[in-house]
Structures are given as structure tokens and as C-alpha cells.
């Protein structure tokens, strides 16, 4: 006769619900390839494929001869003979240098007025244009590396014209900017890496969604919901079974992903720009320790949507749509940049946001912040639960209609 303690028949009613789960979901290949595969290998290449694309061009377009059209340039020889020396390449003048340059036909075209040589004698201020369109981006590195030739050739024959009056260089600039930038070389790389917690969280999500559409809403389309509900369990054991198997799956996404951004971390050529960046082991614990509560949250989230759904497909459709909150964060910060608060680390998402940018730029996170970060996810994980158990309680979730 089975004697075994209530406790004892609690637990293995979880632990059924759970292997169960992780044993059907193991022979699932679109699920395998969704949490395994796509997710979390997906963003570090792309985010390497990416950075080193637009990396390698933007050092390309500062290094190599820049060919610019120049208008008026046979009355200015002397600064053409400072912009060639500067890497710039004459071009011939073009008849509409405006619409050339809306027309992207050409980036950047400098123009010299006739009254260039005239005035320039005279020692009056003179005047180049410099045509271009801010709005295409790619023309940001021609346009800083022209406007910075011209404003040195100016300044270096300011003050030639001061010292030929006698007059020190120094009259004409009173007032000097000594700047200096406090960024660290792991700091600056925040610039770049600012996108990484929303990628850490949409791998987390993406190794989740299809484990939860499968076992709520999958599951009452193929109708075999009802005969688990009919078994003598708790239906939050089976919810905590289901919850667990999909937090599961979602963690190995996460690890996937941190073991692919250390690895596609070695390639990506930030030295260049005088940035470093480290996401090793160090990084890798820390960002699995903020993640942690955040994988109970959205496991517990994607289960409450697809309980909601019909069917399998309108599950889909909800969960994608949910699947742009996480960005939310992100983008907030990045259109207003505040100073970090305690108080902001217990909120889910932007508490996980601002210790995955510490981490970034080389700052420690504290005892607290961190506690802060995980008690906050974990009680919005623990609410979302509770209230995603209670769904399981009705019969209406048994029953496709």
C-alpha cells in the first residue's frame, strides 16, 4: 500500500507535469530550432555581422583618398593643395551640385565663391560651402573629415596673418576648451553596445514563446487539455509544471546567447575606435543573475496571453505582438537619457536595462541594486503566476470551441 507523505505526492505531481513537458518539447524541431538555434545564436550574429559592416566603412570612408567635387577650385590653390595633403581628391565641378547631392549622385561638394582670391588678398573673412544632406547618414564621416581640413587650414593661416602683423596667434582666441573626457575605453562602448539588453531579453522570449503557445493554447486545440485537467492534481501544479518547462527552455536560450556574444565578442574590432569591451565569464554570471527572475516573469506572461487564445495561430499572434514590451525600456533611454536610480533597478525590464549597461561600461553593480532588481521581477513574476493559475482554474480553458 502507497504510504508516501502528501508532500512527497505534491512534488511528483510537479515533477511529472514538468518531465512530460521537457520530453515532448525535446522531440518538437521547430521548437528546438526556435529556442536553441534561432534565438539565441541569431543576435550575436547578427549583431557582429552588423557592427563590423558598419565598423569596417566607417574606418574605410576615414582612412582612404575621399574624391569631392570642388567648384571655384582653380581660385583657392592654396587650400586645394591642404585638402589633397589632407587625403582629399579633386573632383571635376558639377553643374547643379544640390540636386546632385539630393539625388545621393554625389555625398559631399565644395564650393568656392569667385570672390574667393579677391577678399583673400584683401584679408577679409572668406567663405567656402560645403553642400551636403545631414539627413543620409552615410555622408557624416566625408562631411567631418572636409569640415575639419578647411577649419584647420583656416586656423593656420589666421595666425600666420597675426604673426605678419605682429601680433601673437593668442589675440585672436581669448578663450581656449581644454576638453577632458572622463569615458573609459569600456565605458565608451555603451555607445555601441546599447542593444545588447533588449537582445538578451528577446533571446529569453524567443526560447519560451513557442514552448508556451504549445502548452496552453496548443494543447486546448488539440484538445488534450481536458483529460490532464480531469487527473486528481492541483491545476497550479500543472501550471507550475508547464511554468518550469518553459523557463527551462528559455534559460538555455539565454546561456546559448551568452556563450555566443563571449565568443563573437573576440571578432568584433572595437579597438579600433578606442573602445573595450568584455563580455566574459564576469559579465556572463551577472547578466544570468539579473535574467534570472525576468525568465519566471515572461514564462508566466506568455502562458497568461496563450491561455487567452483560441487556437494555436492566435496565440502566435498576441505573444508577437507582446513580444515588442521588452523594447520598451530601450527605446525610453535612448530618447531620454536619465540618471540611473536605485529605485529604478526593481522595475522588470528597465532594472535588467540599466545592470546590463554597468556591466557594459566596467561599473560594479551593488549588493542592492541588484537585490532591488531581482525582488522586483520576482514579485511581478510571482503576480503574473497567480494570476495565470487562477486562468488555469477555470474549465473554460479545457474546452475548445
Not at 543576435?43 to 571655384?72: C, Q, T, W, Y
Not at 578647411?150 to 581669448?174: C, K
Not at 511554468?243 to 563573437?264: M, R
Request: net charge positive; proline share 6%; with cysteine.
Amino acid at each position: 500500500m502507497n504510504m508516501k507523505p502528501p508532500s512527497v505526492r505534491k512534488t511528483r505531481a510537479f515533477i511529472t507535469v514538468f518531465l512530460k513537458e521537457v520530453r515532448e518539447n525535446l522531440r518538437d524541431r521547430r521548437t528546438l530550432i526556435n529556442a536553441f538555434l534561432t534565438g539565441p545564436l541569431l543576435a550575436p550574429l547578427m549583431f557582429v555581422m552588423m557592427i563590423n559592416i558598419s565598423l569596417n566603412r566607417e574606418l574605410d570612408k576615414a582612412e582612404k583618398p575621399l574624391h569631392v567635387p570642388l567648384i571655384g577650385a582653380e581660385f583657392a590653390p592654396n587650400l586645394v593643395g591642404a585638402l589633397e595633403a589632407g587625403g582629399i581628391v579633386p573632383q571635376a565641378a558639377i553643374a547643379n551640385p544640390e540636386a546632385a547631392v539630393r539625388k545621393q549622385d554625389v555625398d559631399i561638394v565644395l564650393r568656392i565663391s569667385p570672390d574667393y582670391a579677391k577678399a583673400w588678398r584683401k584679408g577679409e573673412p572668406v567663405q567656402v560651402e560645403l553642400i551636403y544632406d545631414s539627413s543620409q547618414r552615410e555622408t557624416n564621416t566625408a562631411v567631418e573629415r572636409v569640415s575639419k581640413l578647411v577649419e584647420g587650414y583656416a586656423r593656420q593661416q589666421g595666425a600666420m596673418r597675426l604673426v605678419a602683423r605682429g601680433l601673437s596667434p593668442g589675440v585672436a582666441w581669448p578663450v581656449g576648451v581644454a576638453k577632458r573626457d572622463q569615458a573609459t575605453a569600456q565605458s565608451r562602448a555603451v555607445l555601441m553596445f546599447g542593444m545588447l539588453p533588449y537582445f538578451f531579453v528577446l533571446t529569453i522570449f524567443l526560447g519560451g514563446m513557442y514552448l508556451a503557445i504549445d502548452l496552453t493554447a496548443g494543447e486546448r486545440e488539440r484538445q488534450s487539455l481536458e483529460p490532464l485537467f480531469a487527473n486528481p492534481v492541483a491545476r497550479w501544479k500543472i501550471f507550475a509544471g508547464k511554468l518550469a518547462a518553459i523557463c527551462v527552455f528559455s534559460a538555455a536560450s539565454l546561456l546559448i546567447s551568452l556563450l555566443g556574444f563571449s565568443i563573437v565578442g573576440h571578432f568584433i574590432p572595437v579597438e579600433k575606435l578606442g573602445m573595450e569591451v568584455n563580455l566574459g565569464m564576469h559579465f556572463a554570471t551577472h547578466v544570468l543573475m539579473l535574467m534570472l527572475p525576468l525568465i519566471i516573469l515572461l514564462g508566466a506572461l506568455q502562458s497568461m496571453v496563450a491561455a487567452f487564445a483560441k487556437t494555436y495561430r492566435e496565440a502566435q499572434t498576441y505573444l508577437s505582438l507582446l513580444m515588442f514590451v521588452p523594447v520598451i525600456p530601450s527605446v525610453i533611454l535612448l530618447v531620454m537619457p536619465i540618471k540611473a536610480q536605485d529605485w529604478m533597478f526593481s522595475v522588470p525590464l528597465l532594472g535588467q536595462h540599466l545592470g546590463i549597461m554597468n556591466l557594459l561600461r566596467g561599473n560594479p553593480i551593488s549588493m542592492a541594486q541588484l537585490g532591488l532588481c531581482m525582488a522586483g521581477s520576482l514579485g511581478a513574476a510571482l503576480v503574473v503566476s497567480v494570476l495565470t493559475a487562477q486562468l488555469y482554474r477555470s474549465e473554460r480553458l479545457a474546452i475548445s470551441v
